[in-house]
């Protein structure tokens, strides 16, 4: 267990919808990273935030958003969804810098 | 496009062999390698990691050879066992971003 949390677990929904994956990162640690990873495209970054303020950006679509709030969880949220979206999404978590990251279980997202 | 390049896809050993996986990558700023192992149903874990100005860098049985010159990093698995067998991502990173590789299928027969 890596002590990041992830939920839900799993999510089906449907096209055009919108969705919030929840993250919650392992006590003391100030960065949250998001992936995505489907079968086609592998594992690729989204999106950091350190301590609330986002730090870098990835591959992340326009329809997509995250933050981060002051108890340090983050929220990845997924708009006008589309089939293409059905991934499994990660949330990761370090301290402070980029190395060490540690992964949530992931949610996985699927799209109807 | 991707940043790194990893083979093979998938790779079946017999229980005490050594698996080997490769990777390469073509932007000389990345500055470190870390390579994560996956089971199904899990998240990544961080399993070793090098920096380029180490030639190579052991953990138990798992060992990553760097070679700077020709952009290529392996992972050596010795004596695999049973339960190795998962998902090997390599990836590389300059400032906050992993890129990674697209990830190998190891498969230790007992």
């Known amino acids: 267990d890596s002590g990041v949390t992830q939920t839900p677990k799993h999510l089906i929904t449907a096209t055009g919808q919108r969705v919030t994956l929840r993250c919650s990162p392992r006590?003391?640690?100030?960065?949250v990273y998001w992936y995505q990873q489907s079968l086609d495209q592998g594992l690729q970054f989204l999106i950091q935030y350190y301590n609330g303020e986002e730090r870098a950006k990835g591959n992340i679509l326009e329809r997509f958003s995250a933050q981060q709030f002051p108890d340090l969880h983050s929220e990845l949220n997924l708009s006008s969804l589309e089939l293409g979206d059905s991934a499994l999404y990660f949330c990761?978590?370090?301290?402070?810098?980029?190395?060490?990251?540690?992964f949530g279980p992931g949610t996985r997202l699927l799209v109807l | 496009q991707q940043q790194v390049k990893q083979s093979p896809q998938s790779l079946i050993v017999q229980k005490g062999g050594i698996s080997i996986i490769n990777c390469a990558y073509e932007?000389?700023?990345?500055?470190?390698f870390p390579w994560y192992q996956q089971f199904p149903g899990k998240g990544p874990a961080l399993l070793i990691a090098?920096?380029?100005?180490?030639s190579e860098k052991k953990e138990g049985r798992f060992t990553i050879s760097f070679n700077k010159s020709a952009k290529q990093f392996s992972l050596h698995i010795m004596d695999s066992q049973p339960g190795d067998s998962a998902t090997y991502f390599c990836?590389?990173?300059?400032?906050?971003?992993?890129?990674f590789g697209a990830g190998t299928t190891v498969t230790v027969r007992a």
């Open positions: 990761a978590s370090s301290v402070a810098g980029w190395e060490t990251q540690y």
């Open positions: 090098i920096r380029p100005d180490v």
């Open positions: 990836a590389a990173s300059m400032g906050y971003k992993l890129s």
């Open positions: 932007n000389t700023a990345f500055d470190y």
């Open positions: 006590s003391g640690d100030l960065s």
